[in-house]
């Protein structure tokens, strides 16, 4: 199997306690919501907490119980048909349009189910030194895809509560305010000379298939920017009329900007007392000093356009980030709870590289294609990533909203040109 | 003011017993629910029972305490905004088809809402007697409102629990299994001379204002059948190739045969056991002897063209109920809580007319028109029925989720003709 | 059969001579347009004239030659699956919205189709004295049929010429310019007293199937207005805001202003010198005086709103019109070659009902549904009328496209409420 | 104007003849059609051939005559309308959509604009030495474009045709039969060495914009065949059950088989005696040692995916066609009107690079963006490639329907991956 690089199995006792971590932590961010705020699914992205907590399970109780615990009974027969995602070696499914439409199974079915799920796992990891190294690499791959569908919780939480005109909040805010808005450091161009790099991950340790084969690859000298584009600069290409100007646009981007009327970011409002901007604490005012998030790939390429710039190309965000990478670690993950990006403090240096990891994913201007010397894995598995790579654009980074150790320097994501309900921001490259 | 009839104030007492029954009735009807059922919306028909309860709820608010509760406080600025169903009078609203993207307000919430609004109505009604006329009107309209919701909740419901392969049932089956099925009565034509008749509503209470002008209306000799049709005899339309013979259809119907493949009336499951079909019960087999219900106007257009009969017209359905009601009434209501039309015994009287009210609304081949002297009334409740008065048909007679005071041989119905989410059914005249 | 009315076979010559008539009238419409005009299809509703030439021809082929030449060889075997309109009976057929896709046949082998089928029926109308009554009654079926469609050629012709922004003109204006806008008459109501009126066809000749079974009904005492409503007056009602009040309209039409934002009657257009509109002879000025049309059922209702009257039903016409008719008949037909309705003359007598014949196809509001008694005949012919008795609206009278040969009082005509492409306009009641 | 390469200004008499032979050729490929055949649009991708003619004639009108001939006048002042494609510099347009609704301007008044605008260019060509190279420039430009439109006329043309169940012919086969069905030769895999190569366009004559800059890329070692694809090896993919198994297709590439119920190459039809598909000359037989066409991005792949193989990248293409092409010349292209690819003789050198050129264009699995270094012009020849690169699959080498003297190895074509009436074919890589 190529899904995983080899593993060394850790002791159990370790394991079973990730286990247990990560099983935790998504029940965590689900805590704070409703029961009706785990139904619904107001656009065919988002989909219902419910069924997050449920599909997570239904990946462990498939892959693993269903392979490696001698005699398991599923819990519920019509679970499979209700919580694939998108194997067709594993059947029909409902819909992915109608996730949303089902009140049942309830959210404490579901508790029951991960509890059942989780009580088995438990059981089977117990004795899991006698369990072959298939079984290593796709527990490991059940946790890493669990973590995915963490910042997926966030983000379509987010989504979910933002369509209500009561704007509620998930969480109240923090008494600690946030500092004063002084920073961010200015913008640096940080250079990186061409030539023929390595790329894609090498080593030991977990990565998901996509990043494989590590391969080179040529660049022509280029630079970077030292940090993310903030509120404030990309609030200056609204008042410079970006939105209405068919210029700086691809031709599809502009046919969007016409069609859904876009004048702003996602979760963007207009009041007399200024920018607003729903977050996971209700309707805040937008942070100017803060990484603008919520872009699409054509607001992203578009603001490029118009700051006299471009968008990085994938081998460029990777070679950079190796480059830069140890001068500076300042990210904000999940593990922060604070659900948006943080700004830079003016005093963060500006000849290093701030913000690679977390904050916001960094759109390149790069197809999401197989690398040289991709391989699908047979089976179930092999549609994990493999059928997805045509008309997406890989995302580098992680944000604020993924777990700091689910996120790597040659982590691939990906989305269509059009998204932007994830924490989805820009770099600058030229 | 047009929209009721002159109504006798009733005394106090009386009609906040009557309030109270309405508005607590609506409430017995959600308590089986989980939160998770009363948020969603699989069809843009099926409004969620969230949006009921609290719809209903603001119709009070809107048209009585706004009106006549002076320095009334609306419960939250929003509502007005979240659950106004189609009154442009009154202003913006959510889409109709994103009643099921809004996870908030909760249901406490909207109970709430409820319990804000009964307070303040009671304090209202203690004084009613020095309030105008327009008053009890708009309070009856109220009422009879929240009633029709009744109706849509135990339909909407129904469609919104079966959308789960779970088949939950909304309540348990009552221990006292249905007689045998030993009905229904032989079918009978029961004759009425043509002539000029009088239709429409007359005399003191309550009616809505397409019930008016009464007036004259012609009908040739016509005969209607003594009872609805069963289950058992759709069936046999359907063993004989109903759905595969265009000729008996509609050129609309049979496009949506084709488009919807319908085989079947809405909720029958084929089994290797037999039909099956789902119900407030769950997954129940089908009562042969039981009216056919969830059919659309093309299913009953073709059934009765297959028959050798066809549909009553609106006329001729009210002329034949109003001349035949004296002598059967054994129709089911809501307040039976079976939730499903029941079967007549089979020594009902064939020589009399079953089941005109109650059991299952019957399609008649009328269109949804005013009635001649119809004036919609000034204001936002003119907006109430005359404006869907186009490409919708009649139904008559009440069904088994219909509360048992909210119908009258004179009332009017109506949907388009592909809907089957009501409990619709069939009978026959020629 | 019971399509049509009994009919004593006319002479040979005098058959032969009306069926050649017909069958020039269409191709005489034809004559101005090029190739490239009778290809097209810019809505569905609008069929390539091409397509209704070959159509009308298919007709004469499958029901007459096909049925009674012995050994008769198609034209072509794919004819019948390109030129079937709706038969189901016959089998499968090209998609009613993808006509204006097929370039071919070519116009020249439409013609030539034409001139085989013509030169075969002249054949078999040579010995029509051997043939059986069914034979003439499809005859003068299939010669009806035709003018039917002469009338959707004059109008289709019209669309698909005014989607240019050539605006082109079908023919040069005649030098006889019209007269001076001196008419009409004033408005007069003309009063129909109340009781039981017989409507259908009866008698000898042909007729529709959809006209029988002649019948009685009853209507109150009303009044109709004694000539169609006018430009100059539509032009108030859109001055007066007419189309920005949901008040005046119904549901579903107030839902069609705002998504097709309609501002005005099909082909209006404004300019700095004033209102005009597209027409068989290019751009015109609206003339004021002359009937308004091209507007749907919805502005039809809402324009009798706003007037505090309201549009007659289907019986009312008929009665009204079997009434008047023999005072005036001043129509304006396809004969006139004008293609546009014509101002009454100001010295037209106000207490006659002008205008009931020609013109205008006159909206009521009643379905289109069977008259009592009403059967669909066996087989194919069967699906001439009756399986579109659903979701439509009568329409009386006639229009300036209608042949007068073609017209009756007792003519049902049926349209959806949205439709605007054909000369439809507005008569009061009340 | 970074548009074009530098250029040296011909003398005025070889350009005066490269202009008459450019514009000849798009009329010549014309003239089989009728008039009706160059009206219709049955699919958005596919335009009027009308279109084209005016389309192509607008642009040396917009862009030379209306810059550099003093006081031109437009030829008519809705053209710019009518026949702008996607230039949002120059104002709006008819939407793309209904280019097939219009009628009008007929074919002849189009052939006169090309005449006039003809005349026009030839005056402006007589005193082109007065003229700035930016005017030479621009004329490349407006020849190679016009040369794009001839592909796409024969493109356009062919699905036009097909879509009547006619299956008419647009010439008649020519009386040379072809040879018998012996070639090609058998699959040889040609290696390419790893390393930095040096891609895009260099030196003096045209290129498109987007062919620059040049710039290194580098390659893994890799190997490409040396030849297309055959029918007949297509063939046993779909044998072997291809198109009815998920694991070989991309996602939307399996949602578009089912939906689309794709089971053959476009234009495929299965006949009792066997395959056939519609060529420019009607149905006819599959010939099994011809290249396959007409196959989408996703077909392209899942054959690969089945043959064990892949498709190759951008630069591996190019690099290998630098590579390899001094050693084979022998592909098919417009001039030849064959308007098919053409089968390789079984004697071809199966240790040479076959048919890089013409016959097919090659699907690589590249996305269509910019090249490192690619600048959009100002103005409205900015437009011209930049805004599309997105979302779209880069192809090479040209096909049978592609003028010899428009294509280069550097050339990079575009189309959404499921777009399948161009002459599309697959060569594979490993």
């Given at each position: 199997?190529t899904?995983?690089s080899?593993?060394?199995?850790?002791?159990?006792d370790?394991?079973?306690?990730?286990y247990?971590?990560?099983?935790?932590q998504t029940?965590t961010?689900c805590?704070?919501?409703?029961p009706?705020?785990?139904?619904?699914?107001?656009?065919?992205?988002v989909?219902?907490p419910?069924?997050?907590?449920?599909?997570?399970?239904w990946?462990?109780e498939?892959?693993?119980?269903?392979q490696?615990?001698?005699?398991?009974?599923?819990?519920?027969?019509e679970?499979?048909?209700?919580?694939?995602?998108?194997?067709?070696?594993?059947?029909?499914?409902?819909n992915?349009?109608?996730?949303?439409?089902?009140?049942?199974?309830?959210?404490?079915?579901?508790?029951?189910?991960?509890?059942?799920?989780?009580?088995?796992?438990?059981?089977?990891?117990?004795?899991?030194?006698?369990?072959?190294?298939?079984?290593?690499?796709?527990?490991?791959?059940?946790?890493?895809?669990?973590?995915?569908?963490?910042?997926l919780?966030?983000?379509?939480?987010?989504y979910?509560?933002?369509?209500?005109?009561?704007?509620?909040?998930?969480?109240?805010?923090?008494?600690?305010?946030?500092?004063?808005?002084?920073?961010p450091?200015?913008?640096?161009w940080?250079?990186?000379?061409?030539?023929?790099?390595?790329?894609?991950?090498?080593?030991?340790?977990?990565c998901?298939?996509?990043?494989?084969?590590p391969h080179?690859t040529?660049v022509?000298?280029?630079?970077?920017?030292?940090?993310?584009?903030?509120?404030?600069?990309?609030?200056e290409f609204?008042r410079?009329?970006?939105?209405?100007?068919f210029r700086y646009?691809?031709?599809?981007g502009?046919?969007?900007?016409?069609?859904?009327?876009?004048?702003?970011?996602?979760?963007?409002?207009?009041?007399p007392?200024?920018?607003?901007?729903?977050?996971?604490?209700g309707?805040?005012?937008?942070?100017m000093?803060?990484?603008?998030?919520?872009?699409?790939?054509?607001e992203?390429?578009?603001y490029?356009?118009?700051?006299?710039?471009?968008?990085?190309?994938?081998?460029?965000?990777?070679?950079a980030?190796?480059?830069?990478?140890?001068?500076?670690?300042?990210?904000?993950?999940?593990?922060?709870?604070?659900?948006?990006?943080?700004?830079?403090?003016?005093?963060?240096?500006a000849?290093q590289c701030?913000?690679?990891?977390?904050d916001?994913?960094?759109?390149?201007?790069?197809?999401?294609?197989p690398?040289?010397?991709?391989?699908?894995?047979?089976?179930?598995?092999?549609?994990?990533?493999?059928?997805?790579?045509?008309?997406q654009?890989?995302?580098?980074?992680?944000?604020?909203?993924?777990?700091?150790?689910?996120?790597?320097?040659?982590?691939?994501?990906?989305f269509?040109?059009?998204k932007?309900?994830?924490?989805?921001?820009?770099?600058?490259?030229?």
């Open positions: 199997m899904l995983v080899s593993l060394t199995a850790p002791t159990t370790a394991l079973l306690a990730r247990q971590a990560v099983r935790h029940e961010l805590r704070p919501l409703l009706e705020d785990t139904v619904v699914q107001p656009v065919i992205d989909s219902p419910k069924w997050h907590l449920a599909h997570t399970t990946f462990f498939t892959f693993l119980l269903g490696y615990q001698p005699g398991y009974q599923v819990f519920h027969p679970y499979a048909f209700l919580f694939n995602s998108y194997y067709n070696s594993l059947g029909s499914r409902v992915r349009a109608d996730r949303g439409t089902l009140s049942r199974p309830a959210l404490a079915e579901v508790y029951a189910y991960r509890a059942h799920v989780d009580a088995r796992m438990q059981e089977l990891l117990s004795r899991a030194d006698t369990l072959p190294e298939a079984f290593w690499e796709v527990l490991e791959l059940g946790l890493q895809h669990e973590q995915q569908h963490q910042e919780l966030v983000t379509d939480i987010k979910i509560l933002s369509t209500s005109p009561l704007a509620p909040a998930y969480l109240p805010l923090s008494s600690d305010a946030p500092e004063a808005e002084t920073g450091p200015p913008v640096a940080l250079p990186v000379p061409g030539g023929v790099y390595r790329i894609g991950y090498e080593g030991p340790g977990f998901f298939d996509n990043e494989h084969a080179e040529y022509a000298d280029f630079a970077l920017q030292n940090r993310l584009v903030t509120n404030g600069e990309y609030l609204m410079a009329g970006g939105y209405a100007d646009w691809l031709g599809e502009w046919d969007l900007v016409q069609q859904q009327q876009w004048q702003a970011p996602l979760y963007w409002v207009e009041r007392e200024g920018w607003f901007r729903f977050t996971h604490h309707l805040r005012p937008v942070d000093a803060a990484p603008v998030t919520h872009v699409s790939f054509y992203a390429d578009a490029a356009h118009w700051a006299g710039a471009r968008l990085p190309t994938e081998p460029e965000w990777e070679i980030a190796r480059r830069f990478r140890p001068e500076a670690a300042d990210g904000t993950f999940l593990e922060s709870r604070s659900f948006d990006p943080q700004p830079l403090p003016a005093t963060a240096a000849d701030h913000q690679l990891l977390g916001a994913w960094e759109w390149t201007y790069s197809a999401y294609h690398y040289p010397g991709y391989v699908r894995a047979a089976g179930a598995l092999g549609e994990y990533n493999g059928k997805f790579m045509l008309n654009l890989v995302l580098r980074g992680g944000s604020c909203a993924t777990p700091e150790s689910h996120i790597r320097l040659t982590y691939r994501n990906f269509h040109a059009d932007r309900w994830q924490f989805t921001g820009i770099r600058l490259a030229r």
